[in-house]
């Protein structure tokens, strides 16, 4: 299933104060307020939150995390994300947490949906982590073929 942009209730969306104090949560040393500050974002999604989430994602070593702020990341669906994962995928300079970059590829895919097919497949071939290639092969299944036509009963 693919993301799909949220429109807040509230229209603007929050307060700045507010959305700020929700970024900075992802920081926070207890895992259920990150995950609660993912899923508040994810609700009430916000351009601002792109690269704070971004960088939890991989920082992150929980897979509740995780996938709250892929959620999350899907919801504000910034295109540059997916540049800047896949970039980071494979920079030695980022430390990235158990099963995240597995998540990013999901992310990317997610966010990417067709334009990232190649980038996909290129992973499933070539990439030496098979939790990474697994991820690869999830998201190239739920992005899929378009459906093929159903043959008429006799």
């Known amino acids: 299933m ?6 807040s ?6 307060p700045k104060a507010s959305l700020q104090a929700i970024i900075k949560t992802l920081q926070d040393q207890n895992l259920d307020v990150r995950v609660a500050a993912a899923q508040a974002l994810g609700e009430v999604p916000d351009d601002a939150a792109v690269r704070p989430l971004e960088s939890a994602l991989m920082a992150s070593g929980d897979t509740t ?5 892929v959620k999350a990341l899907c919801a504000i669906k910034d295109k540059t994300t997916v540049k800047r994962l896949s970039d980071a995928l494979y920079n030695p300079q980022f430390t990235w947490g158990a099963g995240a970059k597995a998540k990013a590829v999901q992310a990317i895919a997610k966010i990417g949906e067709k334009k990232t097919i190649k980038w996909l497949s290129d992973l499933v071939v070539s990439d030496q982590e098979p939790a990474i290639r697994a991820a690869a092969l999830r998201a190239l299944g739920e992005i899929g073929a378009p459906p093929k036509k159903e043959e008429e009963k006799k």
Do not use: H, I
């Not at 693919?2 to 429109?7: E, H």
């Not at 209730?9 to 929050?14: E, Q, T, W, Y």
């Not at 995390?65 to 702020?69: I, K, T, V």
């Open 2 to 7: 693919f993301c799909v942009g949220y429109v």
């Open 9 to 14: 209730a509230f229209g603007a969306g929050l």
């Open 65 to 69: 995390e995780q996938d709250a702020l």
